[in-house]
């Protein structure tokens, strides 16, 4: 979702900009790539994010498993959760519907020409076809076939021949059929219907400007506004007449021709292509860089807190084991050898590696021979399926109803087996509940760090809904 947003925002200020500073400009050839190009920068841009941009992302000691809806009716939550293993019901089955649906419509419009090609005389011609349609006076190119309606005149037919070959040579079809792949794979983004727009209307200016070189304006403006003709409303053909366009095609042909100086304006996208980088590289990290300016604000407390703790320490003139313990933990936990230290071994049982830095992660039963993330997104699955199955939902009370919020930590130990269980709720039968479900989960593999056995410590969000 994060990435079809920053797609449509990019498209968005790409469209922006050409409508304030390009559009009304005569350099057709160069608008056309720009309405060619950017669409595909914008999906591109999300994935390059350049490191001397963006601050180093800081690791974390908890894992956040994704939240699991339990009770009441289907959520957004549960909707959207891509490891709830409740089939394909979510948003990228949504998005595989609106896709197949499109492709239909397209396959419909492609017959229609198709039946049209079929009905008419078709006559071949230097470089194109030209397909005489019965009983109309439609007229309008789809790729090198030419479509004229054997009710226009043999003047009219000229003129539009002449209008038409431009868009055969050109190859403007390609452009439409480009964006037509776009509507059906982005069907949900109204901007794709946008730059199609945009570039249909540019086909007929560069198509008015290479026949209106050919003959005197004024004769041109005179075929413009004396004819009327039918036209196919197929959103991937070029049409001699559409009706809309005539007033925006005049005015574009009286226009002077933009002088070259002008073109500076195309400099406008190093701006704004720089800004959407500098996005993309640090859209990722905003997190990270909050708490690192959490982590820079509590610098003194924690020196403080070390001071105290000397205090105590000198005060007290001698600790317990259990105190002696936690302070190697901490010296594991802080020491740049981190496990390779002796101390590990002897607080190994205590000891939880960062996730972030862990070369493997625990493994669940059934989740073995995957690689790490693979097997990250198999543990996160396979712990959600047994959580929803064994939640007993009967346990709250008959006047705990709407959302309720469970928060889980565990840990998965140096024998693979779930200790160090806590659960907060407003309610204690739901806490209650949710530490039994917890306890039940199955024996796993441990994580590993260089080649040792370590505990992992997770975060579980449980939303538990009832229905009054």
Not at 98 to 124: C, M, N, W
Request: hydrophobic residues 45%; positive net charge; aromatic residues 10%.
């Amino acid at each position: 979702m994060h990435y079809i947003l920053q797609t449509i925002a990019f498209q968005l200020l790409f469209l922006i900009v050409y409508d304030l500073f390009l559009k009304k400009e005569t350099f057709f050839n160069t608008n056309r790539f720009y309405l060619l190009i950017t669409p595909v920068v914008s999906l591109i841009l999300p994935f390059i994010q350049i490191a001397a941009l963006r601050e180093s992302v800081p690791q974390e000691l908890v894992i956040q498993l994704p939240a699991v809806v339990i009770g009441g009716e289907a959520s957004v939550e549960g909707l959207t959760n891509a490891y709830l293993g409740n089939g394909w019901l979510n948003l990228q089955t949504l998005w595989i519907f609106g896709a197949l649906l499109s492709l239909l419509f397209f396959a419909r419009k492609l017959l229609r020409i198709f039946r049209l090609k079929r009905a008419g005389e078709v006559k071949l011609a230097k470089g194109f076809r030209v397909i005489k349609l019965p009983k109309t006076t439609t007229a309008f190119t789809f790729f090198g076939n030419i479509f004229l309606g054997e009710q226009l005149s043999e003047e009219q037919q000229s003129r539009i021949l002449l209008h038409e070959k431009v868009h055969v040579h050109q190859r403007h079809s390609l452009d439409l059929l480009f964006f037509e792949i776009l509507r059906i794979l982005f069907w949900f983004n109204p901007l794709v219907y946008i730059f199609q727009k945009r570039a249909t209307v540019l086909h007929e200016f560069i198509a008015d400007q290479k026949v209106a070189a050919e003959r005197s304006h004024q004769a041109y403006y005179q075929d413009l506004l004396q004819e009327v003709f039918q036209t196919e409303k197929i959103s991937f053909i070029n049409t001699f007449f559409n009706h809309s366009l005539i007033k925006k095609r005049i005015v574009m042909l009286q226009k002077s021709k933009s002088k070259k100086i002008v073109q500076l304006k195309y400099l406008l996208l190093v701006p704004v292509i720089a800004g959407m980088l500098f996005y993309t590289s640090c859209s990722q990290d905003i997190k990270a860089q909050e708490t690192a300016s959490a982590e820079g604000a509590t610098d003194s407390e924690i020196i403080q807190k070390v001071e105290n703790l000397l205090d105590a320490v000198a005060k007290k003139g001698e600790i317990s084991k259990e105190e002696e313990d936690a302070l190697k933990v901490l010296y594991v936990l802080t020491n740049p050898n981190g496990i390779e230290t002796p101390e590990f071994e002897q607080v190994k049982e205590k000891v939880e590696i960062p996730f972030g830095v862990i070369e493997r992660v625990p493994t669940f039963p059934g989740c073995e021979g995957m690689s790490n993330e693979e097997s990250r997104k198999c543990f996160t699955q396979k712990v959600t399926q047994f959580v929803m199955s064994e939640f007993n939902t009967k346990v709250a009370k008959p006047e705990v109803t709407g959302k309720q919020k469970i928060s889980v930590i565990f840990k998965i130990g140096l024998d693979g087996k779930v200790s160090k269980i806590q659960t907060r709720a407003a309610h204690p039968e739901l806490a209650q509940e949710a530490k039994r479900v917890i306890e039940g989960l199955p024996q796993m593999t441990p994580g590993e760090q260089s080649g040792k056995k370590v505990g992992v410590l997770y975060h579980l969000p449980i939303i538990f809904k009832i229905n009054e």
